[in-house]
């Protein structure tokens, strides 16, 4: 998925610096203690781990053929109707990456560390951060904005600048993640706390492949526009 932030104002982007934590600081024994929980050869959770690797790999390949040569534009007969159903097929794949990341949460053990008042109202209020982060982004950019209509040769006329934007400068993602966090963190699952550190991830090399191509889709535009 993909959204076009202003670049010309600096971002705080609040939850996408990975980059700057120094991992050699990590206390690696609550990471242990949390993987005692853990069954890695459930095929529930190998199944979560699937879909949620899966799906960004499935927009983003998919989303580069259909720029590369417009197949889908010419299978659905214009470029918004193939949009359109690309998109749907993306919410479908988050619907059930979603369920098998519960049906994985609910088939493991509760870390009773975790079950306390204060972590389940603490995931309650991320999951209701992450949902104004994905909502807004959404109303912001739209249906084609989101699921990669620029791919589709839809492009924006400028780039969105307010909230979320002023946030998180991928503010979709950001808070997709969130909302699993606090679902682990309500479920007190440590399972959870894996699987959303898996779609971090997944989301973090998306953003290395997303960020670059959307940039350069814009770049011949405007390249275009100065040539007319």
Known sequence: MSGVADKRNPVLDCCGGLNNVDYKKVDMSVMEDVLKYIDVYDPRFCVAVIAIIFNPFFWNVVARWEHRTRGLTRLFGGPYLACYCLGTLIILLNVYRSHSMTVAMKAQARWEVMASPEVFYTGAALMALGSVLVVTSFLALGFTG???????????????????????????????????????????????????????????????????????????????CKHK
Request: charge should be negative; glycine fraction near 8%; aromatic fraction near 16%.
């Open 146 to 224: 989101t699921f990669l209509g620029d791919y589709f040769g839809i492009l924006m006329e400028e780039k969105v600048k307010g909230f979320p934007f002023n946030v998180t400068e991928n503010p979709m993602y950001w808070g997709s993640t969130a909302n699993y966090l606090g679902l682990a963190f309500m479920n007190a699952s440590p399972v959870g706390l894996v699987l959303t550190a898996v779609v971090a991830i997944s989301y973090q090399v998306a953003i290395i492949f997303e960020g670059p191509f959307t940039e350069d889709i814009y770049r011949q535009r405007a390249q275009c």
